[in-house]
């Protein structure tokens, strides 16, 4: 919508802009502009770049699976971050990495293996089975063409096929699998004290000189939170009003027309074959005697009686279809090798083919029957060209409201009123509001903060550039007032430095006197004695586990930490369970789990566990070695 926006954007703007682009012109020439400009790369891989638009696609897509797996509790400016922009890239980077690696390596996806998967999708599928009229709706109604479609399905293919190889290949041996179990199910005994908070008194009260100096050093602590407030007019579907409610027949006919094959049912064939795998280098000597064993099978399929069912059970080396005995089920134009498609839709219903070659290897294929192609008529989707059309109006509406706006605004930025008369707008007011919105809902959109914090707008007071709200929603705003944090007063905050003062002594004397306690320890005192003399008593845990929670998460975590103690040994360490809480704990016993008590089941499931793992690990060793093999770089500056 911002394009169409931007495209609108004309008059004495445009002309200014032109004039000011002479003057780069005139002292670098026209080539060095262009040359600087065509960089719209944000990382170049080996030889392979990902351009600022593909990088936008996939980001808008993460925000879009990160809203839909978040539901409620999902906060768009999580998303709104370097860090998120650089996870995203990273994970573009890895793909051509694998995928470069892959066709390096002569991996590739046969059109077999595309069909399938695009077949597999449920979105595609109707009453549980794969619709093509489904699939080419669907893909339309994404702007999507099946060439483009497919092509994508192939490169996440590509990507996928070296970790899944991988991940097939790895595997825990036994010795790995008991070592594992015997740390999973491994239990502990400690036992523990827990020591006496420092009393009030001890803790006492700071003096103005101590809340003083307590201030100065933990300035950073005690600031006011910045503010603007802000004003803005915004356009969207809501303002419309009557706007392209109806049409005429004539237009609908026409738009049916020049859209007729989105309605168009193409012919399908349901066809069984049986495959004779054959790799695309073979010697010459064995692509004759493949070719031979498929036309031998052809004879047989045709004589009288013959099952091809039970042949392609047989003698198929295609692992999806030979348990069906050779079902590839309805075909469509363009889901296939062309050579199998070519033949195929050449043949008549009953036909058994000669053998046909393609990427895979020789084919028999049997065409079982024809369901030939239809197009819908025009009253049976006129509804869903009425609602297509009325939208799209609407949105060239929407579009051209937003337009006017931004050349408005453009002319004098340094308000937003002329905007609002003459569109009919109204100016709201927003604020004041801090780095992590306000009341006003439009606020705590991550776009609107950073336009609402930018230094030039909360400088000059001039309208932001158009922000896209989403929803058709487009909106432009003006910084009316700014209040920068500044260091707050101890007179301001004197309660949270005296609050936070307490704290940090209590921490301090409890370190101090677990210390104390630890060094007698250490010496020779048992803990019995300890907890005696502390008046406190002391704590037995047998058996705990890693996933315990009691006793305390804390010590549980502690013990787990402490090394093994050797015979007639201990280990001591000092817990901190509050801020104000210390514990002393002695780990006795560490008892490793028995591998051998764990059932077949659970251990085969924990094999798998692992094995995933290392292939994780490899894959992950598989893309560091790739980074050098093929050199990575990044415009920080392009990642928008």
Request: glycine letters at 6%; charged letters at 30%.
């Given at each position: ?303 009288e009686g013959a099952d091809f069912a039970a042949l392609a059970r047989e003698n198929s ?9 050779g079902d590839l089920g309805w075909i469509e134009p363009g889901l296939t090798d062309p ?109 609107v903060l950073k336009a609402a914090f930018d230094a030039q707008h909360i400088r000059d ?180």
């Amino acid at each position: 919508m911002l394009q169409k926006i931007r495209e609108k954007t004309t008059g004495w703007i445009a002309t200014l802009i032109v004039g000011l682009l002479i003057i780069p012109f005139a002292f670098f020439g026209v080539n060095n502009y262009f040359s600087e400009r065509a960089q719209l790369w944000v990382a170049k891989v080996g030889e392979q770049e990902i351009s600022q638009d593909y990088f936008r696609q996939r980001f808008e897509e993460y925000r879009r699976q990160m809203r839909q797996m978040m539901g409620e509790s999902y906060d768009p400016s999580i998303l709104e971050t370097p860090e998120a922009r650089r996870r995203v890239l990273d994970g573009l980077v890895e793909e051509s990495l694998l995928r470069q690696y892959a066709k390096a390596i002569g991996m590739a996806v046969s059109p077999r293996q595309l069909q399938e998967e695009i077949m597999k999708i449920d979105a595609f599928k109707l009453d549980g089975k794969f619709n093509a009229q489904q699939y080419r709706t669907l893909l339309a109604s994404q702007g999507m063409s099946p060439l483009s479609f497919e092509q994508r399905i192939r490169d996440e293919l590509e990507v996928r096929m070296l970790p899944q190889g991988l991940g097939r290949s790895a595997f825990a041996t036994v010795a790995e699998l008991d070592h594992y179990l015997r740390l999973r199910d491994q239990t502990r005994d400690f036992r523990h004290v827990e020591l006496p908070a420092p009393a009030a008194e001890e803790v006492g009260e700071p003096d103005a000189e101590a809340l003083a100096a307590y201030h100065a050093a933990h300035a950073d602590r005690y600031l006011s939170e910045e503010t603007v407030r802000i004003e803005y007019v915004m356009v969207g579907p809501d303002q419309m009003g009557e706007a392209a409610q109806s049409v005429d027949e004539e237009t609908l006919r026409k738009r049916y027309e020049e859209q007729k094959m989105r309605f168009t049912e193409v012919e399908q064939r349901l066809a069984s074959h049986i495959l004779i795998r054959l790799p695309a280098d073979a010697p010459a000597e064995q692509q004759k005697e493949a070719q031979a064993r498929a036309r031998a099978l052809a004879e047989q399929a045709r004589s009288e009686g013959a099952d091809f069912a039970a042949l392609a059970r047989e003698n198929s080396e295609d692992a999806g279809s030979k348990a069906a005995g050779g079902d590839l089920g309805w075909i469509e134009p363009g889901l296939t090798d062309p050579a199998f498609e070519s033949a195929l839709f050449a043949m008549q219903p009953g036909e058994i083919s000669e053998p046909v070659r393609s990427a895979e290897g020789w084919h028999v294929i049997w065409l079982r029957e024809v369901r030939p192609g239809k197009v819908k008529p025009f009253e049976e989707v006129r509804g869903q060209i009425e609602s297509e059309y009325l939208a799209s109006e609407r949105e060239r509406a929407l579009n051209e409201r937003a337009g006017r706006l931004v050349d408005i605004v453009y002319r004098d930025p340094s308000t937003l009123a002329a905007a609002a008369k003459e569109l009919g707008l109204e100016v709201h007011e927003a604020g004041p509001f801090g780095r992590a919105g306000g009341e006003d809902p439009v606020t705590r959109d991550p776009k609107v903060l950073k336009a609402a914090f930018d230094a030039q707008h909360i400088r000059d007071g001039t309208a932001s550039d158009p922000i896209d709200l989403g929803d058709g929603r487009i909106l432009v705003l003006r910084v009316v007032e700014h209040r920068p944090s500044k260091p707050l007063t101890l007179e301001e905050v004197r309660d949270q430095v005296q609050d936070d003062w307490r704290r940090d002594r209590l921490r301090e004397l409890a370190d101090r006197q677990a210390a104390e306690w630890m060094a007698r320890w250490e010496k020779g005192a048992s803990l019995d004695d300890l907890a005696a003399e502390a008046g406190v008593e002391v704590h037995e845990a047998k058996g705990v586990r890693r996933s315990g929670i009691a006793p305390d998460p804390a010590l549980i975590r502690e013990a787990f930490r402490l090394a093994r103690p050797g015979e007639g040994e201990v280990r001591r360490a000092v817990v901190e369970l509050a801020p104000d809480r210390r514990a002393l704990l002695e780990l006795d016993r560490v008892s490793d789990g028995d591998p051998a008590a764990v059932p077949a089941a659970e251990r085969q499931a924990v094999a798998d566990q692992l094995a995933q793992s290392l292939a994780a690990v490899e894959v992950r060793e598989l893309i560091e070695r790739l980074r050098e093999r093929y050199p990575v770089t990044i415009a920080e500056n392009r990642l928008q």
